[in-house]
């Protein structure tokens, strides 16, 4: 049962320290998806990839925050230095291979932040 | 700025009654709509996907339609259960040219008491 996997699932860690988040996207999909989930906010696109490449990354504050795919199989989201506000779900999502806008997206189970 | 908006932010019903969730979108250069439903804790579980040239789709006891008109999208749910209970999100991919992007609203929490 082909799945989106995101590691770790929670992360507690203190003011100042780096948090690396990864996904592994569904063998086959070509793009990929950050999103930060906070009760405020609801969904925010943070970046996306397409064919490992970066498509848009206006939602992410850049001076803190990189996101990477170092190969097809693998994307992470970086934070350093993290913050209390950066506390939140991240989501990772793969989108169906049709390599047309609009493809289907999955969704991993997100990994849960807090920052100390 | 790209929005969709979701309306009611929250709504309860007994079991058994046929319910219906409104989406809105600021931009008609719409590509495709998509609604997705969250459990407490979980990730999002996608439900229906209709595409720009489309007007609706069913999936059991789940319909959604578009209306690239008004900017509107609806989620229909007919004799809901509560397993139904749930965030339900939709996502609009919107943009044009290059820069398309899915944006959320902020979800429908759907509680079915029975």
């Known amino acids: 049962d082909a799945r989106v996997t995101q590691t770790p699932r929670h992360k507690v860690t203190e003011m100042g320290q780096e948090v690396t988040m990864r996904c592994q996207p569904i063998l086959g999909h070509n793009t990929v998806f950050w999103y930060r989930q906070t009760m405020m906010q609801g969904l925010e696109l943070l970046a996306y990839?397409?064919?490992?490449?970066?498509?848009?990354d206006s939602g992410m504050p850049k001076d803190r925050f990189s996101a990477e795919m170092p190969d097809a199989t693998l994307a992470t989201l970086k934070i350093q230095p993290s913050e209390p506000r950066d506390s939140a779900v991240y989501f990772c999502a793969s989108g169906s291979p049709s390599g047309h806008r609009g493809e289907k997206l999955f969704f991993g189970s997100g990994t849960q932040l807090s920052v100390l | 700025k790209q929005e969709v908006t979701q309306i009611p932010a929250a709504l309860s019903v007994p079991e058994g009654e046929n319910l219906v969730l409104n989406c809105s979108f600021t931009?008609?250069?719409?590509?495709?709509l998509q609604w997705f439903r969250q459990d407490p804790g979980k990730g999002l579980t996608s439900l229906l996907l209709i595409q720009s040239s489309q007007r609706e789709q069913t999936s059991g006891r789940l319909n959604a339609s578009l209306d690239k008109s008004s900017g509107r999208s609806t989620l229909y749910i007919a004799a809901s259960q509560p397993g139904d209970s749930a965030t339900y999100l939709c996502?609009?991919?919107?943009?044009?040219?290059?820069?398309?992007?899915?944006?959320f609203g902020k979800g429908t929490l759907l509680t079915v008491n029975p």
């Open positions: 931009d008609s250069a719409i590509y495709n």
């Open positions: 990839f397409r064919n490992r490449a970066p498509l848009d």
């Open positions: 996502a609009a991919f919107l943009g044009g040219g290059s820069n398309y992007k899915l944006t």
